[in-house]
């Protein structure tokens, strides 16, 4: 039974990777998803907020010492807050790969395409195997066109590739205006992957204190159908390697994303929910199923259930959209 994937064009033994979470911020754990047979792990995020904090003194544009600036700057983590600073991730990095014998893939989550992402040719220096891009931000400003969004993703990761010789993957948002079309372009830019999607994080309100309040939750199966989809329509049409993150909870979840077309598949919550051991369900649930198929090699049917072969696929969609609507019988 051969399981084996690319991704990045690292050759993987299989397709399941631990994402980037708390897992990452310790080598034992990251040594504990090793055994427990990751083929790749995602560290967790080094952000923005932090690089510019610790090399230029402001965060969010924000200049630290400015005395009216104090309030919105509480609204921040505190750089003792995070886990790891710039320097300490960088130095974590060469502390894990010193560990683990499974790729490393360093991550990026910010907002700019600014000085700040000179730090990831630290991160590549320091022997990551890869570069996960994770450009996380929420349009206030009623006078940014998407088009300026989207033209401001793309010239970040033309940098990126201009600075650097590590693969780079660019983790997207699903609430894009042409997913298709942005996609395309991230191609065009260099990317070597995409990952579909991130989660979008929102704050609750407390009726009691009339104050937002974070709240993280693990994600469900339930928000598995939209990366299906977009991976479904991207398969065989765009050159990077396509990765699924959010909503695989079960074997039969991961079985769905490559069936789409996925390469890889993140876990993220499904192993905070039931620890490292999950990915040896995932791996073998995947290989009965390929029993039951009679199918030797994982290639055979990756992407079986993508929209490449389709002619029509704008009509393939409205097709299904209106087959759901009637698929109704309450």
């Not at 700040?116 to 400003?141: C, H, S």
Request: proline content about 5%; hydrophobic content about 45%; overall charge negative.
């Amino acid at each position: 039974m051969d399981t084996r994937t690319s991704y990045l064009g690292m050759r993987l033994e299989h397709p399941f990777i631990a994402g980037a979470s708390p897992f990452g911020y310790a080598v034992d754990t990251i040594k504990r998803l090793e055994d427990a047979g990751c083929a790749a792990v995602v560290l967790h995020s080094l952000f923005e907020e932090q690089i510019s904090y610790a090399f230029a003194g402001h965060v969010a544009h924000i200049n630290v010492f400015e005395h009216d600036s104090a309030e919105l700057l509480s609204r921040f983590p505190g750089p003792e807050e995070y886990p790891l600073g710039p320097d300490e991730y960088a130095a974590h990095i060469v502390r894990v790969k010193q560990a683990v014998r499974i790729p490393v893939i360093g991550s990026l989550n910010g907002r700019t395409p600014e000085e700040w992402l000179k730090f990831a040719r630290v991160i590549e220096q320091a022997g990551a195997d890869a570069i996960e891009l994770n450009m996380y931000e929420v349009p206030t400003d009623l006078s940014v066109p998407s088009s300026a969004i989207e033209d401001r993703l793309v010239y970040a990761v033309k940098e990126l590739k201009r600075r650097l010789k590590i693969p780079i993957a660019v983790k997207l948002s699903l609430f894009w205006t042409a997913p298709a079309n942005l996609a395309h372009l991230l191609d065009q830019a260099g990317a070597d992957g995409l990952v579909l999607f991130n989660r979008f994080y929102q704050p609750d309100i407390d009726i009691r204190t009339m104050t937002f309040k974070p709240q993280a939750e693990l994600s469900t199966s339930v928000e598995l159908l939209p990366r299906l989809r977009w991976t479904s329509i991207l398969h065989g049409r765009i050159r990077p390697s396509l990765a699924i993150t959010g909503g695989v909870a079960t074997p039969e979840d991961g079985i769905k994303a490559l069936l789409a077309g996925a390469d890889v598949v993140q876990l993220v919550s499904a192993l905070l929910r039931h620890g490292p051991q999950h990915v040896k369900a995932m791996r073998q649930g995947l290989e009965q199923w390929m029993a039951w198929h009679k199918s030797e090699r994982l290639d055979e049917v990756r992407g079986a259930l993508s929209l490449q072969a389709t002619t029509d696929r704008d009509a393939f969609e409205r097709a299904q959209y209106i087959r759901t609507l009637h698929s109704w019988l309450g």
